[in-house]
């Protein structure tokens, strides 16, 4: 077998040049081989000396020479630890694959590889390989993979991980409790973090850094200052990591006192010279607004990464000093010619926002596609932020629909730039998209989104804000309260927006929380909300809330569930808690049903003629129409008279009201017209009138014609006439509004293009696009 000889030759692929000879410190390749250990010897003094190149050539020589290698299993061991050792990750991955059963060592050492560097999620697919594979983990598996599922967040996968450590016996081992206690506080379960910290019968400064820096990522300042206390009474001194995990919370905090002592207590043990704590000390006295201490500290740093300069770049935009950050900057990439990373970026794209610098905010534009750093979220957010700033709303709305990898903050950013930009509908317009799109809104959504509802005067959509706010938790934040009672004011709610700020949750509240639970169709926080109203906030259920109840129930279809909590009401129900549940059969056609919650009505009292037009739609719906008219016939024979459809609507300060079927307006003939136009053009859409609401015994062409002149109709064509099409319609109406109506002016909203509100005896309908908010339940 010829071998590589010295002095010979050899072209690794990937390199630039022909490297001659095969030299390794004092070992060269020879002609003859003694056993595989000469090979083990070579690779083991690579990783020593973290020689990538070298350990290329060994690999190369490995793979064209191996007709005499016994035991392939270790040199592969070794050149798979030799490219982990040198950062080359996949090379190592690549090498591992190729290994024929690896030890769970090598299982260790690459799921380690993947938790420290990532991709985080390759190291949880390789544990599941690994157990698939009958390999069992040990205590050193578990750090690496649960500090994955931190990187990740992941506290789903993180729990099945914690199960199987169960199951192994492995949780009393400090330190793959420490990682547990690690992953639930990073993923915000700090309830669990704290209940294993507690249960660990040892407990290293590791797993006190844990806790401390659980509670500090989570801006629990006055916890994680308790808990700095407690580790120093149980007598560990806090190292260099614990100083690095409290700083960013005191920072937060703005506690510059404790800020001072920590630095104090860093000089003393000579931490400060560490660029890890110089950056974090910098860093919290920026977040305190003390930029000369900061600068201090950064021009006194003997060595300064990217991640140092970036700290000082952000702490003067923090501190609203945009200018010097700016010179910072051009400092750290021409000067030093630093890259900067993505934080860098968002700082640097926030402080040309702020000074509408849109020359140097599209260079760095440019930067991010030269770069790659386009692909990364924060840094994307920071560019529409910049344009919207700029009034460049184009621009912005473009880069957004380029985007790869939107979150809520993406949309967020969109939205308040048409709102500062005159834009408000727009800015609805966007966040329908954004549901569309399958997120969630949070906090910074509600901050975009309730300024344009007090731009347009939406009451509607500001209320929807306000009761999600309420559920989600928003309204403990100053500044959404602030803006909820912005937007009620600008709506002409003054009372209501009295009422908003500064007072505790009472039951008038939880109506609210509940009738937006059961109008957003959220189930599981209606029925969480309900139950804290005893719990958590001494407040006893009244009828009012049992009623929104049944109505959230039955809206989402649990029927059954519904009627058995009326039958498990500690209060006798009343008309409105049965008439809910028969709105619901009428709009899942449970006719049975409907007949038994009719009957209760009916011993009870009807108390309006609301409930028979419910349940003699519910028949008619079917087709059932003898019964239909049974019951109007019941109705008559009680008294219950239908009062005449009243609507109402407002044109330059002057409330004109309409009757069903009214020729007394002074526009009648103009109105009239309209309403002959819309027909034919709501027909060529597919409109053809139900008459189940109609009740007298006409011939259908004659019931279309009735419907055609129902009172909110009327008022709609009027204002079609006289409000200008930039401007939303607003219809009062005095019953709840019917079903061919409803379905009519969809159509006339995409007929006219315009925006219809009607405020209903039930609730708003905001008519838009074909479209209304109710999703067709009344």
Known sequence: MALLKVGEKLKIPGFRKVIPGLCFGRFKLRDEFESDHWYVAQLEACIQSKSLSQGKIIHQHIIKNNSHIKD??????????????????????????????????????????YAWNGPFQQAID?????????VTPNKFTYPFVLKACSGLQDIQVGQEI??????????????????????????????????????????????????????????????????????????????????????????????????????????????????????GLLDMYAKCHHLSYARKIFDRMKQKNEICWSAMIGGYVTCDSMT???????????????????????????????????????????????SGMGLDTTVGNSLISMYAKCGMMEEAVG??????????????????????????????????QMQLSGFYPDLATMMALLPACSHLAALQHGACCHGYSVIRGF??????????????????????????????????????????CSHSGLVKEGKY?????????????????????????????????????????????????????????????????????????????????????????????????????????????QGYKKSPGCSWVEVSGVIHGFIGGDQSHPQSASINKKLQELLVQMKRLGYS????????????????????????????????LNISPSKPILVTKNLRICVDCHSAIKLMTLITNREIIVRDASRFHHFKNGICNCQDFW
Not at 404 to 421: A, E, L, R, W
Not at 599 to 605: A, C, T, V, Y
Request: aromatic share 8%; hydrophobic share 45%.
């Open 399 to 432: 880069f957004l629909e380029e985007m790869t990898s939107k979150d809520t903050v993406s949309y967020s950013g969109i939205m308040s730039g048409c709102v500062q930009n005159g834009s408000a509908e727009k800015a609805l317009s966007i966040f329908r």
């Open 162 to 279: 914690h199960e199987h450590v169960e199951k192994l016996g492995l949780e009393m081992d400090i330190y793959v409790c420490t990682a547990l206690v690690d992953m639930y506080a990073k993923c915000g379960d700090l309830f669990q973090a704290q209940t294993l910290f507690k249960g660990m019968s040892k407990r290293d400064i590791v797993a006190w850094n844990a806790i401390i820096a659980g509670f500090s990522l989570n801006t629990l300042h006055s916890g994680t200052m308790e808990l700095l206390v407690q580790m120093q009474k149980a007598g560990i001194i806090p190292n260099s990591s614990t100083i690095v995990a409290v700083l960013p919370t005191v920072g937060q905090a703005n506690a510059l006192s404790q800020g001072k002592a920590i630095h104090a207590y860093s000089l003393r043990k000579m931490f400060s010279d560490s660029v890890v704590v110089g950056t």
């Open 475 to 516: 309204t403990s934040e100053s500044s959404i309260c602030n803006a909820i009672v912005d937007m009620y004011s600008k709506c002409g709610k003054i009372h209501i927006s009295r009422k908003v700020s500064g007072l505790k949750p009472d039951d008038v509240t939880f109506v609210a929380i509940l009738s937006a």
């Open 529 to 637: 909300w309900f139950n804290a109203m005893n719990q958590d906030f001494n407040i006893t259920p009244r009828m009012a809330h049992y009623i929104c109840m049944v109505d959230l129930l039955a809206r989402a279809g649990n029927l059954d569930e519904a009627y058995i909590f009326i039958q498990r009401m500690p209060l006798e129900p009343d008309i409105r808690v049965w008439s809910a549940l028969l709105a619901a059969c009428r709009t899942h056609k449970n006719i049975e049903m409907g007949k038994e919650v009719s009957k209760r009505i009916q011993e009870l009292g009807p108390e309006s003629t609301g409930n028979f037009v419910l349940m003699s739609n519910i028949y008619s719906s079917v087709g059932r129409w003898d019964d239909a008219a049974q019951i109007r016939t019941i109705q008559q024979h």
């Open 324 to 370: 010097n950050a700016l010179a910072l900057f051009d400092e750290m990439v021409h000067v030093y010619g630093l890259n900067p990373t993505p934080v860098t970026l968002a700082s640097i794209l926030r402080a040309c926002a702020k000074l509408t610098d849109l020359s140097k905010g599209k260079n760095l534009h440019c930067y991010m596609i030269k």
């Open 72 to 113: 392939f299993t270790i040199i592969l061991d070794k050149l798979a630890l030799l490219y982990v050792k040198c950062d080359e990750i996949e090379l190592a991955r690549h090498v591992f694959d190729k290994i024929p059963n690896p030890s769970v060592v090598c299982w260790n050492m690459m799921i380690r590889a």
């Open 126 to 134: 390789l544990y599941n390989k690994m157990l698939q594979l009958g």
């Open 689 to 720: 009138a139900d008459s189940n609401f109609v009740l007298h015994d006409v011939e259908e062409e004659e019931k279309e014609q009735i419907l055609l002149y129902h009172s909110e109709k009327i008022a709609i064509a009027f204002g079609i």
